[in-house]
């Protein structure tokens, strides 16, 4: 088992440089924006150049790449405390030629949680990405656990009535749930609940309040609850899908007939002899859900105004600030990754029967 | 030994053709007469065609029948409702033709569909193709590439590289395609390894056959049905993909319109005017629920297990 792990674990360190060379790339396309900020108008020409030179916008493809990823407090090391680098690896000490060494690198790069300065917000990305985890975390959670009980019930008692109307009528949903539109379907719920009933506030996580500040969860279910149906949808149309099939796929085999020859009640067959072994297949389908929760959540949270991730990314994104952006991108890869190995090491903890050698 | 084996066949052929043939029917037979009684599939397709006809005679519509610009602004009509004289399905919030829009951006809606998936499943089919024939390094290598897109939630990657390129139709074809080609990838892939060490193919090997040969004259067409069946649903999630990302203002910019960017500002009239929240985004639905029907019903009717 935890040899398993750490295998699986080392397979995705590929993946995971995979991710950051090909946001880096995208980044590095979309032109420099370090340079768009530097070159205001009314800075003169040579103090431009020293600055260029400083934050090395000119150095090497693969050194700038190497700087982002692993920082360069290890390039440029004062040893002697006057404030200036004296110890120098991958990059010169004096990159500008003035005489006057640099001052000593100060980011500790993306691999150890310094994604630098918001360009927009001038604070560091990483303690604005903490303080928008809870509520997309709120948010994942609620509509992951709304998800997987209804598309599991669903799926359960589409399979015990199979070919009758509920077995039907769910397949079509399924199929239907799939195929809408989800921003559509939550303009649709806010003119509907919103907008004409008024049951529920038309947005936001709260009620504005004037210091940014939420109560508690249970004091502000009521803004909670079109925004989980709608990041939900997804998980429902497929854990019910999934459900069904995994079911039907179970009652064929020999232990069921045994089962049934016993002369159990086909309830008890059903919801514990089928379901039980039915629900392993649809363990392993966590990490999809998790990267589906985090792609619902953007459009979910733009259209509910709900400050989470995705909404701030978004918010970034219109306004170029790409260290926030490559931050929440290479977050949520990493968040995917993990949900892949949680549901492989689900599978084996529920199926004895599976190895992991 | 050899002869031993040979005899048989031609007298297994003998006894083959001296049954009535009339009985014998072609797979596309037996699926044709499946697809006949499947009505769902069938009222799919004939939903999907309304919508294509309509979205390819958009021009002479709107100018023969409507008279009217799908652009052409007119601040005195703002928000009319549906079924106000003059614009069948009213006007949004700059006086457009709200009819005229609509069939405008269908069109560009299914053009970037059907174009997006046919680019998606070149590069999809070429590189699973290599990376299941070749295996080896290769192999490593395409599915490293693969595994590393399929780890980025695709949205925060489309937004990434629609942030890049000018937001014209022709590069948000080239942003979902650079993007979404790892599913046909994983499929060929699968197929193709299912394939590769099979009699034709080592015959063809033996023959002298190229490497490029063999995967295209006598792989491919072998995978050909499956890449046909998954049109349907890669078109349709393109439609969704696009609408997306042209609702959040990543996509088209207006004034062109496309069904995803005719949401985009549509809760800021909620009150004046609901059509502007509905009519779009239902066509979206339709459109790709039909695309899905009909893909399944197509996979069940050409399925040579499934039973009359």
Known sequence: MFQYVLRRLLQSIPIFFGITLFSYVLMAAAGNPVAQLVFRPGVPAEERARLEIQLGVNDPFHVQYLRWLTGDDWMRRDTDGDGFADQCVVLACDADGDGQNEQPGERRGIIRGDFGLSFTRNRPVSDIFWERVPATLELGFASLILGTVLGISAGILAAVTKGRWFDNVTRVFAVALTALPIFWFAIMLLLLFAVQLRWFPIGDRCRLSLDDSCPPIWERWNYMVLPVIVLSVGAVAGYSRLMRASMLDIIHQDYIRTANAKGLSSRLVWFKHAARNALIPVATSLGPAITALLGGAVVTERIFNYPGLGLTSLTALSQRDYPVVMAFTIYAAIANILGYLLSDILYGLIDPRIRFN | ?308
């Not at chain 2, 610009?69 to 709200?98: F, I, K, Q, W």
């Open chain 2, 1 to 308: 030994m050899s002869e031993k084996s040979l005899t048989p066949a031609p007298l297994l052929r003998v006894i083959k053709t001296a049954e009535p043939a009339a009985k014998s029917q072609s797979l596309t037979t037996k699926a044709l007469r499946r697809l006949r009684r499947d009505y769902l599939t069938l009222v799919a397709m004939a939903v999907l065609l309304v919508i294509t006809l309509l979205a390819l005679g958009a021009d002479v519509i709107t100018r023969e029948i409507l008279m009217t610009d799908p652009e052409a602004t007119n601040p005195s009509v703002r928000l009319l409702p549906p079924g106000s004289p003059g614009h069948v399905l009213g006007t949004d919030d700059l006086g457009r033709d709200y009819a005229a829009r609509l069939l405008h951006g269908g069109r560009i809606s299914l053009a970037i569909g059907i174009s997006g998936t046919l680019l998606t499943l070149l590069i999809g089919v070429a590189t699973g193709l290599i990376a299941g024939y070749f295996g080896g390094w290769i192999d490593d290598i395409i599915n490293w590439v693969v595994t590393t897109l399929d780890s980025i939630p695709s949205i925060y990657a489309l937004l990434l590289l629609s942030t890049i390129l000018t937001r014209s139709p022709v590069n948000l074809v080239l942003v979902i395609a650079l993007f979404g080609w790892t599913g046909g990838t994983r499929l060929l892939r699968g197929q193709t390894i299912a394939l590769r060490d099979q009699e034709f193919v080592i015959a063809a090997r033996a023959m002298g056959a190229s490497a490029w040969r063999i995967m295209f004259v006598h792989i491919l067409p072998n995978t050909l049905s499956l890449i046909l069946l998954s049109l349907g649903s890669g078109i349709g999630g393109l439609i969704l993909a696009e609408s997306t990302l042209s609702f959040l203002g990543f996509g088209i910019q207006p004034p062109t319109p496309t069904w995803g960017n005719m949401l985009g500002n549509a809760q800021q009239f909620f009150s004046r005017g609901p059509h502007m929240a509905t009519i779009s985004g239902l066509l979206i639905f339709v459109t790709v629920l039909c695309l899905f029907i009909i893909s399944d019903g197509l996979r069940d009717a050409f399925d040579p297990q499934s039973k009359d």
